[in-house]
């Protein structure tokens, strides 16, 4: 959590495999948006070599092994370079988790 505890707000989309968006306003003082996604149920995954690898989002599953499929991550529009337990929260910015094969 930010040390002055101060709260921030976000917006995360998630875009399904059958092109359904769905928008999740958080307000939070988390530092990452791994912990908060986690905390709050809207992802599921597993810690890798890499950090969390992430299994599901909202529910749906993307599982690479099977059909190439993963959670691409977005942060204001940028492909995020590093995973989402790396992912610092800024307040005001946008994140997306679009399902990808």
Not at 11 to 23: L, Q, R, W
Not at 49 to 54: A, D, E, N, Q
Not at 64 to 91: F, L, P, R, S
């Amino acid at each position: 959590a930010k040390e002055d505890g101060e709260m921030v707000a976000i917006n995360v989309t998630v875009v399904h495999s059958d092109g359904t968006e769905k928008k999740f306003p958080y307000e939070t003082n988390e530092e990452f948006l791994g912990a908060l996604l986690l905390k709050e149920g809207l992802i599921k995954g597993e810690e890798g070599p890499y950090g969390l690898m992430i299994s599901e989002v909202e529910g749906e599953k993307a599982v690479y092994e099977e059909n190439g499929a993963y959670w691409a991550i977005y942060e204001n529009g940028e492909y995020a370079m590093q995973g989402v337990d790396a992912t610092k929260i800024t307040d005001g910015s946008e994140y997306k988790f679009e399902y990808t094969k």
